[in-house]
């Protein structure tokens, strides 16, 4: 499955952005989907997962203000980002890999692997 990231850019604190990751190439329905970020200096992490059932998890970092959906029309996985903080500043990726149930939960809120095939990044600045 190919992979393609978008919806990034600059926005002031408190802000939102939507980030999608659409998908082609194969049955995105039978992936399990997440969302990492990697900000300047630090490890990249997984922060949201959504498997190919609908069963979801945010890392402590983002959840209340962050929520993972996918539209299986449209092959699309998004990430809403609510009140952002500059500390929300990163690269952001998505990846997928074919479901293994929920193992991919258990990664959230940990540093990812390199499984799955990835999308490029999308940079989320969050400065006023």
């Known amino acids: 499955v190919q992979l393609q990231a978008s919806g990034g850019g600059l926005v002031q604190p408190g802000g939102s952005l939507r980030l999608s990751c659409a998908a082609s190439g194969s ?6 989907v997440a969302w990492h970020r990697q900000a300047p200096g630090k490890q990249r992490e997984m922060i ?29 996985v998004y990430l809403q980002m609510n009140s952002l903080v500059p500390e929300d500043t990163a690269v952001y990726y998505c990846s997928a890999d074919l479901s293994t149930g929920w193992d991919i939960l258990y990664q959230v809120g940990h540093p990812s692997t390199d499984s799955g095939s990835w999308g490029q990044g999308t940079q989320v600045t969050v400065s006023s």
């Open 48 to 76: 949201a997962a959504i498997t190919a059932g609908g069963s979801l998890k945010l890392a402590d970092s983002v959840r209340g203000r962050f929520s993972i959906s996918r539209d299986s029309a449209e092959n699309t």
């Open 27 to 32: 049955t995105f329905s039978s992936y399990d």
